[in-house]
T-cell receptor, first 111, second 114 residues
Framework: GEEVAQTPKHLVRGEGQKAKLYCAPI?????VFWYQQVLKNEFKFLIS????????ETGMPKERFSAKCLPNSPCSLEIQATKLEDSAVYFC?????????FGPGTRLTVT | SQQGEEDPQALSIQEGENATMNCSYK?????LQWYRQNSGRGLVHLIL?????REKHSGRLRVTLDTSKKSSSLLITASRAADTASYFC??????????????FGKGTHLIIQP
């Protein structure tokens, strides 16, 4: 597709529950990124992939966050045992080189 | 820590006026990019300037980059109501890789008064 697609649009989870977010990057883009935006301001880089390989995961809280980008499947970001502080909008982006194309985001609310 | 820091945090101008936003960063970069975010939406890429470039134009946008001062500016000329949005600068690490995550500033919220 020509746009990055993200599902679901909204996700509500009780504290301690699992959350799984999906992203379909633009076809032909080799790079995929996940970002977290809290309070409509700061974007935090979480992880990047080059094809299905993790490139940089320095932003990931590793004990609870995991992500995959497998061939012929949407990419996913999974949060085990969600905490209140995980409430944010999670954006996926894909890129053919340097410019990144962002999806509309998934708003995660942890109650 | 945040790499890019924009100022001002908020800017309100009349339609037709020019809007200037500034961004500073801390470490060496490969590229600097500007993005726009409309309320409740994802980021839209506006313009990319490479570290060896000093100025770039795209339509009503003009971006400058001063690597000695580690700063950039975004000028929007002849502003329109539709330009109302938040604007973010973003930098990538000077590693030469396309898979480098971007480091964003906190953004400038621009309001164009009709």
């Amino acid at each position: 597709g020509e746009e990055v697609a993200q599902t679901p649009k909204h996700l509500v989870r009780g504290e301690g529950q699992k959350a799984k977010l999906y992203c379909a990057p633009i076809k032909g883009h080799s790079y995929v990124f996940w970002y977290q935006q809290v309070l409509k301001n700061e974007f935090k880089f979480l992880i990047s992939f080059q094809n299905e390989n993790v490139f940089d995961e320095t932003g990931m809280p590793k004990e609870r966050f995991s992500a995959k980008c497998l061939p012929n499947s949407p990419c996913s970001l999974e949060i085990q045992a969600t905490k209140l502080e995980d409430s944010a909008v999670y954006f996926c982006a894909s890129s053919p080189s340097w410019e990144q194309y962002f999806g509309p985001g998934t708003r995660l609310t942890v109650t | 820590s945040q790499q890019g820091e924009e100022d001002p945090q908020a800017l309100s101008i009349q339609e037709g006026e020019n809007a200037t936003m500034n961004c500073s960063y801390k470490t060496s970069i490969n590229n600097l990019q500007w993005y726009r975010q409309n309320s409740g939406r994802g980021l839209v890429h506006l313009i990319l300037i490479r570290s060896n470039e000093r100025e770039k134009h795209s339509g009503r946008l003009r971006v400058t980059l001063d690597t000695s001062k580690k700063s950039s500016s975004l000028l929007i000329t002849a502003s329109r109501a539709a330009d109302t949005a938040s604007y973010f600068c973003a930098t990538d690490a000077d590693s030469g890789g396309g898979a480098d995550g971007l480091t964003f500033g906190k953004g400038t919220h621009l309001i164009i008064q009709p």
